[in-house]
């Protein structure tokens, strides 16, 4: 089974709204015994800029995976083919190896291009293997029963909303 949502901050949806429902899938399916076998955060190579939201949405995207799930996680970069100056992609990619993705690598997790192919699509699904893994999330709310404010991706997500505000009353 893949399933696709919508990204933090890059949704119509408020982030609030995106994290309830991928909170409510993963509880579902973790009090139902099932386990995923990876999770995949995509990044667009044909922006080259790291944005404030790509930080954000990768804070709270490791409070759902926690360290113990990373070495389940692919973080793949996509658009390959719509990149006009591959230097500069190149470089964007070693920005965020050493900077923003360095906790997930560090745990474990990998980077792997996606080449727009099948078979490219297939070696990323591959490359998951077959092991699985609770993601720190689920844990939190199932085996700890906590609310999803008590967790922490809902206190990473709700302290960037605090931020927010607070720039939005200067």
Request: hydrophobic content about 40%; aromatic content about 8%; overall charge neutral.
């Amino acid at each position: 089974v893949f399933v696709d949502t919508p990204g933090l901050k890059d949704s119509v949806r408020p982030a609030v709204e995106v994290l309830k429902m991928i909170a409510d899938w993963l509880e579902m399916k973790y009090r139902e015994g099932a386990l995923l076998t990876g999770v995949i955060f995509t990044h667009e190579m044909i922006n080259h800029r790291l944005r404030n939201s790509l930080l954000e949405s990768l804070d709270i995207f490791c409070c759902i995976c926690g360290n113990k799930a990373a070495r389940r996680v692919r973080l793949v970069t996509t658009m390959w083919d719509q990149v006009k100056n591959p230097r500069a992609a190149e470089h964007t990619v070693s920005e965020l190896e050493k900077n923003l993705w360095k906790p997930l690598l560090d745990a474990g997790a990998r980077h792997m291009q996606f080449e727009n192919s099948k078979q490219s699509a297939w070696s990323i699904i591959k490359d998951l293997g077959v092991e699985r893994e609770a993601l720190l999330l689920q844990e939190e709310l199932v085996e700890a029963g906590k609310h999803l404010y008590e967790t922490f991706a809902g206190r990473a997500l709700y302290l960037q909303l605090q931020k927010l505000s607070q720039e939005e009353l200067r």
